[in-house]
């Protein structure tokens, strides 16, 4: 088989907004939503900034309090942004419903799960005895447990497949959803990724391994692409996608936010934590997805780049852009939403791919925040500090994490 797959429904918990329509107004401004860290004592971390999820009510998306005080975060936000992914779909396997339950899967990762949860628990182990552990500590620390959630809420009886792919999770997600729905093996699958590693152990591993901004400045910490940037900022949240065989969809008269037309999937095989200096098992990723939809040089290109802000990934990423695209690289709409988001580790991918969406949608290109000095090893077009009208025909989203997991996914304008 090899059917046509479209989005029908997005949802998001993140730093600069709770719901689509505020996500993406504060991309398009530039927002911040990086501030001093407010849920935990940060006396004693070397790093003490990131990008919180704020003014967040588990209620607004149908969360019981009971559910909401017994999961841990991770699971509670990606809950909260499939509720408003399958509630913009309309999709319900119920009795009455509009789609076969054993047809209707979920893809949902995270790169870390339940951190919170194996802190506490942990603790308690080592203070008060194996007694005291939480009979709840399993089932509510996997990473496995919010797609879990969210197919005993939606009655999701086909296939279930969590990723841990790092800050690649959520990316992989989509595009192992998308085989999935391609080959037949679904009609629609829930997609994304969530995570909640804003902790005293998730600040200091992170920190010590070098790998995060040390600013002062909140404001000024999360910068991709700039020749300032001193690493990522640690960010929270959660992103879902619904994805479906367009038949399906048509059929039942749903609205086609965009058509996913293409995937790819590499790995460096370099390093566990260094993304490949030449760039060119990303660029492989990249090219994957590029070829299955289709892309020539007629094309308008979004990129929503990884650019994390690290010394190393923006400037191999760029190299990747550039063997991928060649002179096309050139022309390229590029940026990085992280300078508003922070980093949302293995749910920064999702987040992503609802931006490049939302950029096709609108035919606007969101910039990246805080870029003032461009990097001259990164000299492409990324979109600095202003959002960009752009005819967008095709955008893509690439992740890449630690480990050297590479994704990309690629998406279209709906055109029927």
């Known amino acids: 088989m090899n059917r046509r797959v479209v989005v029908t429904g997005m949802g998001v918990i993140t730093p600069v907004g709770n719901d689509v329509q505020t996500y993406w107004k504060n991309l398009l401004d530039g927002v911040c939503g990086i501030d001093f860290i407010t849920s935990i004592p940060t006396d004693d971390l070397p790093v003490k900034i990131a990008g919180e999820v704020k003014d967040f009510n588990p209620a607004d998306y149908g969360i019981e309090p009971p559910f909401a005080r017994k999961q841990d975060k991770f699971t509670v936000y990606a809950v909260a942004a499939s509720w408003q992914a399958v509630r913009q779909s309309g999709l319900n396997s119920g009795e009455d419903g509009n789609i076969d339950p054993y047809r209707l899967g979920v893809y949902v990762g995270s790169g870390i799960g339940g951190f919170a949860t194996q802190v506490r628990e942990t603790e308690k182990l080592i203070k008060e005895g194996a007694k005291w552990v939480s009979p709840l500590f399993i089932p509510t620390m996997i990473s496995n447990i919010a797609a879990g959630n969210i197919a005993i809420r939606n009655n999701a009886c086909g296939p279930c497949l969590p990723v841990v792919t790092a800050c690649a999770t959520s990316t992989h997600a989509i595009g192992e959803a998308y085989r999935a729905i391609k ?144 002179e096309d690289a050139y022309k390229a709409h590029i940026s990085s939403t992280k300078g508003s988001t922070g980093h949302l580790l293995g749910a920064a991918g999702a987040a992503e791919a609802v931006a490049a969406i939302l950029a096709l949608r609108d035919g606007i290109v969101p910039p990246t925040a805080n870029l003032d000095e461009t990097d001259p090893e990164c000299d492409l077009d990324y979109t600095p500090n202003r959002a960009v009208k752009a005819d967008l025909t095709i955008a893509i989203s690439d992740s890449l994490g630690f480990g050297g997991h590479n994704g990309c996914v690629a998406f279209r304008k709906y055109n029927n």
Do not use: W
């Open 183 to 326: 080959h037949g093996y679904a009609d629609a699958v829930i997609t994304g990724g969530a995570e909640a590693a804003i902790i005293p152990l998730g600040i200091a591993g992170f920190a010590n391994a070098k790998a995060l901004s040390r600013s002062e400045d909140p404001k000024y910490a999360s910068l991709p692409f700039n020749r300032n940037r001193g690493g990522f900022v640690m960010a929270e949240g959660a992103a879902m996608l619904v994805l479906e065989e367009y038949e399906h969809a048509v059929a039942r008269g749903a609205e086609i936010l965009a058509e996913v037309c293409g995937y790819g999937n590499t790995c460096d095989a370099h390093h566990v934590t260094a993304p490949r200096p030449d760039g060119l098992t990303q660029a492989a990723a990249i090219r994957q997805a590029l070829d299955e939809a289709g892309y020539d040089s007629d094309d308008i290109l979004y990129i929503n780049a990884h650019g994390t802000g690290t010394a190393l990934n923006d400037v191999s990423e760029t190299a990747a852009f550039k063997i991928a695209l060649g």
